[in-house]
T-cell receptor, first 114, second 111 residues
């Protein structure tokens, strides 16, 4: 089973709202990722967690705050977003951060900031 | 020079034909090569990965890797209209420590 789940599927939020995106995997993977994807562009890496520790932050604005409560769960807390943050937010996981391991993506959360 | 390059397409092929998708990369330290399929509005789905020079076959898909030429390709045999999607090439390197995506090639298979 290579399933990564994400909730919610869709989210509309105002610029003053606080919301969270959730991601879960039960494959025993120890690396988890957040990506942002705009229309007709490839996924853009935001954060990487390895063994529940943040190992890469791709200079993402502080209005995005990741959290890894345990090895199966990954959250992305959103606060004071801008309309240009509207995108498809993808979670992925891999067995380990080593480059040889393939990443599996969840279905994504379609975020609209109004 | 972009790190991972793909022709954006669209690549149009008739049903039953072989679709050939190409990707070049610049980092000679690249170790792992992945092909993802992405339908419009959906998330990327891993369809093939290859680590060693040569061919790797899985059903109708064949991945080909030539590290000397820094080139990886995906062949889809007996193309079906359901194969119509954007195909993302992704490369992972010990140097960059992250997956680098190409911009994707849009494939259209017409009946």
């Amino acid at each position: 089973d290579t399933e990564v789940t994400q909730t919610p599927k869709h989210l509309v939020m105002g610029m003053t709202n606080k919301k969270s995106l959730k991601c879960e995997q039960h494959m025993g993977h120890r690396a988890m990722y957040w990506y942002k994807q705009k229309a007709k562009k490839p996924p853009e890496l935001m954060f990487v967690y390895s063994y529940e520790k943040l190992s890469i932050n791709e200079s993402v604005p502080s209005r995005f705050s990741p959290e890894c409560p345990n090895s199966s769960l990954l959250n992305l807390h959103l606060h004071a977003l801008q309309p240009e943050d509207s995108a498809l937010y993808l979670c992925a996981s891999s067995q380990d951060r080593h480059p040889s391991y393939e990443q599996y993506f969840g279905p994504g959360t379609r975020l609209t900031v109004t | 020079q972009k790190e991972v390059e793909q022709n954006s397409g669209p690549l149009s092929v008739p049903e039953g034909a072989i679709a050939s998708l190409n990707c070049t990369y610049s980092d000679r330290g690249s170790q792992s090569f992945f092909w993802y399929r992405q339908y419009s509005g959906k998330s990327p789905e891993l369809i093939m990965f290859i680590y060693s020079n040569g061919d790797k076959e899985d059903g109708r898909f064949t991945a080909q890797l030539n590290k000397a030429s820094q080139y990886v390709s995906l062949l889809i045999r007996d193309s079906q209209p359901s194969d119509s999607a954007t195909y993302l090439c992704a490369v992972n390197s010990i140097n960059t420590d992250k997956l680098i995506f190409g911009t994707g090639t849009r494939l259209q298979v017409f009946p």
